[in-house]
């Protein structure tokens, strides 16, 4: 009896099948589009800032935006992390 579960198959990029490629650039274009919407909002941040508030966001507002941002951050990152025991 012959054991055909042994294919060789090329080394490097070879290796990898067509499936595998498309699986990569789904993930890929997922994770491109979720870190865009971060730097959209950074592009936002200070124009919404100054017509929420009426006048110009600098010093401690910018501050706590920037805060705000850090701690969207981290939470968005630890939500579905385990904790510790």
């Known amino acids: 009896m012959s054991d055909t579960s042994a294919v060789v ?7 990898i099948t067509r499936y595998q490629w498309l ?3 789904v993930v890929w274009l ?8 971060f730097g959209l909002f950074s592009l936002v941040l200070r124009p919404a800032l100054t017509e929420l508030l ?3 966001a600098t ?23 385990p904790l510790p025991k």
């Not at 198959?9 to 290796?15: I, K, L, S, W, Y």
């Not at 997922?30 to 919407?37: I, K, R, Y």
């Open 54 to 56: 009426g006048f110009p």
């Open 59 to 81: 010093g401690i507002f910018s501050c706590f935006a920037l805060l705000s941002v850090i701690a969207m951050l981290i939470g968005r990152e630890t939500k579905d992390a």
């Open 9 to 15: 198959r090329g080394t490097g990029f070879r290796a």
């Open 23 to 25: 699986v990569f650039l």
């Open 30 to 37: 997922g994770w491109t589009l979720d870190a865009a919407d």
